[in-house]
């Protein structure tokens, strides 16, 4: 599979390429392009299946190379790069076609790899099931049932569909991670499997009615009710339907499911449209977890003043973190919840960024990944809130604890050291030969009289010193690095994100 990079930022393009070894994942990186115009070149002349897309580029942003795609026909997949705040451009980008999206200051390789895999085995059952043995195009039920819902709409009569009273309904199980634990040496397939076989055998004898999986956990059916010019009854066939479909999986393998229903419609070209409304449907499970069927309706996801809110009450928190005023970090938190539960204009995904990159701004490089353990089996708002609540908490209190108190005279002694040879290497084994103390030791007492660890306070140190030098454009930004004690570049403006959500470059440019 074959990927092309577009960013402005040379150190994300450097970051991605040199983290992981994509020959062996069966993956190449084909280019790379630092603007939108050199990105839409690329684009022709690589043909690559994959773009990795920053949403703020110069000559065109990610959303107008996304929208000339689309006009151009190019059929490249596409995984946006953005800032965990930036979710106006992120929405678009979704509602152009966008297959995923990270957020650059938190983003993970192996979740960037995960990703990439899925869409490889996508793009890889496309093609074997649009080439038969004998090489020419034999489209099966699946492809055909997933262009349709993508708006090709040239082979829908091979479907059992009429287009009259469509509707679409998408579903998913309810606690899905925890579900899959009982499976124990099975994988997701195995379930994903159990769930369209008792599909097949339910639908089989319902006239106008197709179902196929969308993702791993979400599948959708689509009926139509020709003999009918009644939306009423259309619509109570549907939820029959849906009746039948969750009382089965309930009594056949004990699982429970959640249920999105569209509004109606009467063109195949419609559903499209009619699939994206049942998934809106469907994410108001997040904030009503309780409930087992959503219809839809109109939401606030696009409301331009409420999203702006949004916007500045994210600002906010990131603003107390940054500048280490907890009072205020945690009022902006309990306000922004408020606002986002009481109007649902955030979708789930977008609220667990925003936890995701608090988070990542608080923890310690060596504990993010244990810190956030567990955060993938959360399935609604008031879980979210609790679980992050608690580690917020327990990184705020430790932080005011050390900062509230007087330092050992070993710790106070380290914390000069710190500050006045942060330009130098540091390690553990160096600071114990120094003082003459275990490593261990020092690392543990440290953490405990401190409140962070001991190089997450010696990046502060150093992140600190480099925005002082950033002022002064007499240095180069790879000469700041070293001025500050980092060796890599690439490592810098990670470090540099982490601690102040956005890179050394627009750091310097907000400084006018």
């Known amino acids: 599979m074959k990927i092309l990079i577009a960013d402005d930022e040379p150190l994300v393009r450097i970051g991605i390429k040199s983290s992981y070894d994509w020959k062996q994942a069966g993956m190449e990186i084909v280019g790379e392009a630092a603007d939108g115009e050199e990105t839409l070149r690329l684009l022709e002349q690589l043909k690559p299946d994959v773009l990795l897309l920053d949403i703020k580029m110069p000559q065109k942003d990610g959303i107008d190379v996304l929208t000339e795609m689309r006009q151009r026909g190019m059929t490249a997949k596409v995984v946006i790069l953005s800032s965990f705040d930036d979710f106006v451009h992120v929405k678009k980008a979704m509602k152009l076609g966008a297959a995923d999206y990270f957020h650059k200051p938190s983003m993970d390789v192996l979740e960037i790899v995960d990703v990439l895999r899925k869409i490889k085995n996508q793009i890889e059952e496309g093609r074997t099931a649009d080439t038969g043995a004998s090489g020419t195009a034999a489209l099966n039920r699946e492809t055909i049932l997933r262009d349709l819902i993508g708006g090709r709409t040239e082979n829908a009569s091979s479907t059992r569909l009429t287009e009259n009273n469509l509707y679409a309904v998408v579903f998913s199980v309810k606690k899905y991670a925890h579900t899959l634990k009982r499976y124990s040496g099975e994988s997701a397939a195995f379930l994903q499997g159990t769930i369209l076989n008792l599909l097949g055998e339910l639908l089989s004898k319902e ?76 994410e108001l499970k997040f904030y009503h977890p309780n409930e087992p069927l959503f219809y839809y309706r109109s939401r606030n996801l696009d409301d331009e003043s409420m999203q702006a809110k949004v916007q500045a009450l994210i600002a906010a928190m990131k603003t107390g973190l940054k500048e ?12 922004w919840e408020e606002f986002v539960r009481s109007r649902e204009c955030m979708t789930e995904n977008d609220v667990k960024k925003v936890y995701e990159g608090l988070l990542f701004m608080l923890a310690d490089d060596e504990d993010y ?28 209190k430790a932080r005011i604890s050390g900062k509230s108190k007087d330092y050992s005279p070993l710790i106070r002694n380290i914390v000069q050291y710190l500050e006045t040879h942060y330009r130098e290497d540091i390690s553990l084994a160096l600071l114990g030969d120094t003082f003459h103390a275990s490593p261990n030791y020092i690392s543990r007492l440290f953490k405990q009289e401190v409140g962070r660890g001991l190089f997450d306070y010696l990046n502060h140190v150093r992140i600190r010193k480099a925005k002082e030098l950033l002022k002064d454009y007499k240095y180069k930004i790879y000469e700041i690095a070293e001025l500050v004690g980092f060796h890599s570049q690439v490592h810098f403006a990670i470090v540099f994100n982490k601690y102040e959500g956005m890179s050394p470059t627009d750091f310097r440019k907000e400084l006018g």
């Open 207 to 282: 006239p106008e009615t197709e179902y196929v999986r969308l993702q791993d956990n979400l599948f959708a059916i689509l009926a139509s009710h020709a003999e009918s010019k009644s939306v009423q009854a259309a619509f109570a066939r549907v939820n029959d339907l849906v009746y039948l479909v969750h009382s089965s999986l309930k009594r056949y393998v004990n699982i429970d499911t959640v249920f999105g229903i569209s509004e109606p419609c009467h063109a195949f070209s419609s559903l499209r449209q009619a699939v994206d409304q049942a998934r809106q449907a469907l």
């Open 324 to 335: 280490e005023k907890y009072e205020e970090f945690a009022t902006s938190l309990a306000e």
């Open 369 to 396: 990944g244990e810190s956030r353990a567990g955060a993938d089996e959360l399935d609604d708002f008031t879980e979210c809130s609790g679980y992050y609540h608690a580690r917020f908490n327990e990184m705020l």
